[in-house]
């Protein structure tokens, strides 16, 4: 249940009342955007990533109404505000819902996410559950807490999802974040997995999307100090140190500091995958290759080279010259 005074989803008429005045050219959380050359770069790049990976996932659902999740982090506010700019301008036609939920953490602001919503005229829902004690109590000290936090969050989200009538959860994980999940999986984990920009729940009656999966971390953290979005800091996992995605995330940022633009050509490996380079037989029929199959290998993939160098240099060099 909400713990709003006021019905739980509040939905404002977004549509500007006068057309044609300059506050009425763009979103309510537009209205005091920068009107610099560089951020109006940065927010068509943006824009241009979001509608790609909806594009290229087909991320379309029957009734067309999004849960957006948000947290108070950047990267959950430039979700919201570039799907909200992309309904603005015609783009998007889907019906989007706002919503926190509140895991009574001591010292949570409860009060800045209603008022952002509310300043913006953003249709929004707060869920209060308390699941910071559950994690709290279940997790000894020292471990992390991520893997039970981000179960309880999910189911709790996929019931609000269905209580106001959503059929897709929309998530603010972004490029870097799918990157270092490959890195955990591999080196933790032992597969090669990551989290995928689409998904349909384990219940089969929703959908799960990931828009922010071809947007760089550092642009969506210029977006949201130029936006200047009220963040609130994690203080559960946020609090925990040595972490191993805060490892991952050190070992890539190093790698990229002293090649740079090696992260993007890594990113791009998650969307071309030789299963006959690899040793699944589960994704690719060894025992039943011969001689007389007509199936062909590819020479330059294989060997100690592997064609990485000439592979890399074509992406590095077709990367910078968008």
Same mark, same amino acid.
């Given at each position: 249940?909400?713990?709003?005074?006021?019905?739980?989803?509040?939905?404002?008429?977004?549509?500007?009342?006068?057309?044609?005045?300059?506050?009425?050219?763009?979103?309510?959380?537009?209205?005091?955007?920068?009107?610099?050359?560089?951020?109006?770069?940065?927010?068509?790049?943006?824009?241009?990533?979001?509608?790609?990976?909806?594009?290229?996932?087909?991320?379309?659902?029957?009734?067309?109404?999004?849960?957006?999740?948000?947290?108070?982090?950047?990267?959950?506010?430039?979700?919201?505000?570039?799907?909200?700019?992309?309904?603005?301008?015609?783009?998007?036609?889907?019906?989007?819902?706002?919503?926190?939920?509140?895991?009574?953490?001591?010292?949570?602001?409860?009060?800045?996410?209603?008022?952002?919503? +509310?300043?913006?005229?953003?249709?929004?829902?707060?869920?209060?559950?308390?699941?910071?004690?559950?994690?709290? +109590?279940?997790?000894?000290?020292?471990?992390?807490?991520?893997?039970?936090?981000?179960?309880?969050?999910?189911?709790?989200?996929?019931?609000?999802?269905?209580?106001?009538?959503?059929?897709?959860?929309?998530?603010?994980?972004?490029?870097?974040?799918?990157?270092?999940?490959?890195?955990?999986?591999?080196?933790?984990?032992?597969?090669?997995?990551?989290?995928?920009?689409?998904?349909?729940?384990?219940?089969?009656?929703?959908?799960?999307?990931?828009?922010?999966?071809?947007? +760089?971390?550092?642009?969506?953290?210029?977006?949201?100090?130029?936006?200047?979005?009220?963040?609130?800091?994690?203080?559960?996992?946020?609090?925990?140190?040595?972490?191993?995605?805060?490892?991952?995330?050190?070992?890539?940022?190093?790698?990229?500091?002293?090649?740079?633009?090696?992260?993007?050509?890594?990113?791009?490996?998650?969307?071309?995958?030789?299963?006959?380079?690899?040793?699944?037989?589960?994704?690719?029929?060894?025992?039943?290759?011969?001689?007389?199959? +007509?199936?062909?290998?590819?020479?330059?993939?294989?060997?100690?080279?592997?064609?990485?160098?000439?592979?890399?240099?074509?992406?590095?060099?077709?990367?910078?010259?968008?």
């Amino acid at each position: 249940m909400s713990d709003l005074a006021t019905p739980s989803v509040v939905e404002p008429a977004l549509q500007p009342a006068i057309q044609g005045e300059e506050d009425d050219l763009c979103h309510p959380m537009f209205r005091k955007a920068p009107s610099s050359v560089a951020f109006k770069k940065l927010r068509k790049r943006l824009l241009r990533n979001v509608r790609a990976a909806m594009d290229d996932f087909n991320m379309t659902t029957r009734k067309q109404k999004f849960l957006v999740c948000l947290s108070g982090g950047k990267d959950s506010y430039a979700l919201l505000a570039l799907l909200l700019d992309l309904k603005w301008r015609g783009v998007l036609d889907a019906d989007l819902l706002a919503c926190n939920l509140d895991q009574a953490q001591p010292g949570f602001p409860s009060d800045v996410l209603p008022r952002f919503f +509310e300043e913006h005229e953003i249709p929004y829902h707060i869920e209060r559950q308390d699941t910071y004690s559950i994690v709290k +109590e279940k997790i000894p000290e020292g471990k992390t807490y991520c893997s039970l936090c981000s179960r309880l969050r999910r189911g709790n989200l996929y019931r609000v999802a269905r209580e106001h009538g959503c059929d897709a959860v929309l998530l603010g994980h972004h490029r870097d974040d799918m990157l270092e999940t490959f890195f955990l999986n591999l080196m933790h984990g032992g597969r090669l997995a990551t989290m995928p920009p689409k998904l349909k729940n384990e219940e089969g009656d929703l959908m799960l999307f990931r828009p922010l999966a071809y947007c +760089e971390e550092s642009d969506l953290e210029k977006f949201a100090t130029l936006m200047q979005f009220p963040i609130i800091p994690c203080d559960l996992c946020g609090s925990q140190d040595g972490l191993q995605r805060q490892q991952v995330k050190a070992m890539l940022q190093g790698f990229e500091a002293q090649h740079k633009g090696r992260t993007q050509v890594m990113f791009r490996a998650l969307s071309n995958i030789r299963p006959s380079h690899m040793l699944d037989p589960k994704l690719f029929d060894f025992q039943g290759l011969s001689i007389d199959d +007509e199936r062909a290998g590819a020479d330059d993939d294989d060997g100690e080279g592997c064609g990485a160098v000439s592979a890399l240099a074509e992406s590095f060099l077709a990367m910078h010259e968008d």
